[in-house]
T-cell receptor, first 115, second 115 residues
């Protein structure tokens, strides 16, 4: 079963604009990860944020986590056409649960960046 | 190899036929996961191996699904008597250690179509 829900389901922007995607989840987590998927390269890990972290940056990516609201957001700044892909959040390891990195994915946001 | 390799990339099976999907993880990776991704959905966990031991098979949808990793490296997912609802992309992922807080590396998947 799907753990989280992403919104929006689809997002269309112009190159250079920022893109924000949101993810909500239901159970307690150890960490939350964001992945990108396109037809050429499969699923690629973008960033991992632990449950005791509130914000993390990696290049043009900024991820926030609010465990009290069970939600996370992914911000892509200065978007490029090459950012066009589906983006998934995935929760890893319930607190007190599995220790081996089983991931529970949301349904994804389809991002289209127009040149 | 450089990444996780899956074969075949595409498989068309007649309903009732048995299929075998192969995964070559990154050399030295302890953890290996299989996920199933239906069209327009996020991946869903099927099973987990730590080396050759199958520690979690809670996501396998029926007893027609069987996975093995006999020598702790290559893994095979076998589906017996395929049904149309088995049509999906099957993703394999590996990670270096057994840990919640570690990145998973995904293969490009095998797209199975049951006709």
């Amino acid at each position: 079963s799907q753990q989280g829900e992403e919104d929006p389901q689809a997002l269309s922007i112009q190159e250079g604009e920022n893109a924000t995607m949101n993810c909500s989840y239901k159970t307690s987590i150890n960490n939350l990860q964001w992945y990108r998927q396109n037809s050429g390269r499969g699923l690629v890990h973008l960033i991992l944020i632990r449950s005791n972290e509130r914000e993390k940056h990696s290049g043009r990516l900024r991820v926030t986590l609010d465990t009290s609201k069970k939600s996370s957001s992914l911000l892509i700044t200065a978007s490029r056409a090459a950012d066009t892909a589906s983006y998934f959040c995935a929760t890893g390891g319930n607190a007190g649960g599995t220790s081996y990195g089983k991931l529970t994915f949301g349904q994804g946001t389809i991002l289209t960046v127009h040149p | 190899g450089a990444g996780v390799s899956q074969s075949p990339r595409y498989k068309v099976a007649k309903r009732g036929q048995d299929v075998a999907l192969r995964c070559d993880p990154i050399s030295g990776h302890v953890s290996l996961f299989w996920y199933q991704q239906a069209l327009g959905q996020g991946p869903e966990f099927l099973t987990y191996f730590q080396n050759e031991a199958q520690l979690d098979k809670s996501g396998l949808p029926s007893d027609r699904f069987f996975a093995e990793r006999p020598e702790g490296s290559v893994s095979t997912l076998k589906i017996q008597r395929t049904q149309q609802e088995d049509s999906a992309v099957y993703l394999c992922a590996s990670s270096l250690v057994r840990s919640r807080n570690t990145e998973a590396f995904f293969g490009q998947g095998t797209r199975l179509t049951v006709v």
